[in-house]
């Protein structure tokens, strides 16, 4: 279980970024470290041969013979710390330093040594490559297995000049110094491990908060923006991501909203689909009926069933009475697709709403008398209202037949208009049962009859409220039905005047 937390820590970026530059840092110490040692022992062979060559000169300088010679050569050997021997012709020693002495004179006495240093060692090729100069080169002393850096010259007089300084000193000044070489990287090491983790998570806290904000984004979820980088790359990578985030989100909410309109459209086209499929049935089946009453009437008198003049002329007013009842049917479907169809223009203008409603119930007298209903119009004298008036003599006959037809108990019709800002109210009340409530939002479709018991003979066909709500939807007013006490209200709006159209554009 440990390995996949593990795996997913060494996948942070800071911690590789951090990782790579140390390890860079540690591979630039371990060179370092490893080219210091031979670097500086060449640099100090340098060194050395330089310190060489200037002794040389010096002893060059000296005059053979003079009081202060044999003083002079020791001085130059203690002044640059340093053994050097003369060596004559010959081979023998003329002068060593080490000793103070030259062979055979009374000035220094003799070291009964006449054999050099130089005869007594063997070259050294450990170094060669620091010692690569003329006359220059470091020699091993065999029998003391110590090494020396060894120049070697010609004296005018002849004599042969070996210079010696100990390899010793240069191993150890490079040791002392690869030691302080070593702490003061470790030290720096850590100072700079400290230094550069900071470094690295400042410089990667925006590409991790970035990261993070992508992922938000691939979950659909752009709330979350990138802060303000600076103008370099990084910045422009954040910018860009706020504003993919920004782009993305509306062109999901747009996608949302489509997705929404589409479903509804196909809502509203299978629903369509369906009004088409029940009208189709509703009209056939409200055609079936009279076409099958007259076809047989008809027949029976193409076949002379009867001769008596009394039948034949019901048998004709029978036939008469149903075409009538087709007629009517097909002027309101007609009606009715005229308006939901708006192929119509629709051209509003004043009139007076009292005269209308004053027609309709003379017109509907013998009804109203013919069933006994006690008729209230409160529509004052004149209201003058903007719209179609011929369609809005259709809504107010369709509300008023519809109260006679199911108008019972006190048997009361009341129509009122309720002046409102910009626009009428008109009622038609009647009193009788209330509507059921799951019939009240079918009641405004084609061919529904809430009431089940109305029989043909009433020449009703259901389209009446549904060319009521057409004739709304075009004067773009609102319509309604609702439950009141005894009885049943429907009500409709009209306009006041024409500004209430320059309010709805």
């Known amino acids: 279980m440990k390995k996949p937390i593990l795996n997913a820590r060494f996948s942070k970026i800071r911690f590789k970024l951090f ?4 390890l860079v840092l540690v591979l630039f110490f371990g060179i370092m470290t490893a080219v210091t040692s031979p670097a500086l022992f060449y640099v100090l062979s340098g060194q050395t041969y330089k310190q060489h060559t200037k002794a040389a000169e010096q002893i060059k300088n000296c005059i053979p013979g003079t009081i202060t010679y044999y003083f002079e050569l020791y001085s130059i050997a203690l002044n640059n710390n340093i053994d050097f021997e003369i060596l004559n012709p010959d081979e023998t020693i003329y002068y060593m330093s080490s000793k103070g002495s030259v062979q055979g004179t009374e000035h220094f006495p003799s070291s009964g040594n006449t054999n050099s240093y130089y005869s007594n060692t063997a070259k050294n090729n450990n170094y060669g490559y620091a010692v690569q100069r003329d006359g220059f080169e470091i020699r091993k002393m065999i029998a003391a297995d110590a090494s020396y850096f060894v120049y070697t010259d010609h004296l005018e007089s002849g004599e042969t000049l070996h210079i010696y300084s100990s390899v010793a000193d240069v191993e150890n000044i490079v040791s002392v110094s690869r030691s302080v070489f070593i702490a003061l990287f470790i030290l720096l090491f850590v100072f700079i491990s400290l230094l550069l983790y900071i470094l690295v998570v400042k410089f990667t806290k925006p590409l991790v908060e970035m990261n993070d904000i992508t992922k938000d984004m691939a979950a659909l979820n752009f709330e979350r923006r990138c802060g303000n980088y600076g103008n370099d790359e990084i910045g422009q990578l ?23 309109q589409l479903e509804k459209d196909i809502e509203h086209r299978h629903a369509l689909d369906n009004a088409r499929k029940a009208f189709i049935n509703n009209v056939s089946h409200e055609l079936k009926t ?34 009538y009842k087709m007629n009517g049917l097909v002027v309101e479907l007609l009606e009715l697709s005229k308006i939901e169809s708006r192929i119509q223009p629709f051209n509003p203008d004043y009139f007076n709403l009292s005269d209308i409603a004053v027609s309709l119930f003379n017109h509907l007298s013998l009804q109203i008398e013919t069933n006994k209903i006690t008729v209230r119009n409160n529509i004052a004298n004149p209201t003058m209202c903007y719209g179609e008036a011929d369609k809005i003599e259709i809504v107010l006959k369709n509300y008023i037949t519809n109260a006679i037809s199911h108008c019972s108990k006190e048997k009361i019709i009341e129509v009122d208009c309720k002046e409102e800002a910009d626009r009428f109210v008109i009622s038609v009340f009647n009193t009788g049962n209330h509507i059921a409530d799951d019939d009240i939002p079918e009641l405004w479709d084609s061919f529904y009859r809430a009431d089940k018991s109305h029989k043909r003979s009433e020449n009703r066909f259901g389209l009446g409220l549904s060319i009521v709500k057409g004739i709304m939807i075009n004067h773009r007013c609102g319509y309604n039905v609702e439950n009141v006490k005894n009885g049943v209200k ?6 006041k005047d024409s500004s209430y159209y320059e309010q709805k554009n």
């Open 19 to 22: 990782i790579a530059i140390l």
């Open 238 to 260: 954040g910018q860009s991501i706020n504003t993919l985030s920004y782009t993305l989100d509306e062109t999901l909410v747009d996608l949302k909203f489509k997705n929404e």
């Open 290 to 323: 009279p076409i099958a009453i007259i076809s047989g009437y008809a027949e029976g008198l193409c076949e002379g069933i009867s001769t008596d003049p009394i039948i034949i002329k019901e048998y004709c007013n029978i036939i008469k009475e149903e075409s």
């Open 490 to 495: 429907f009500t409709f709006e009209i306009a």
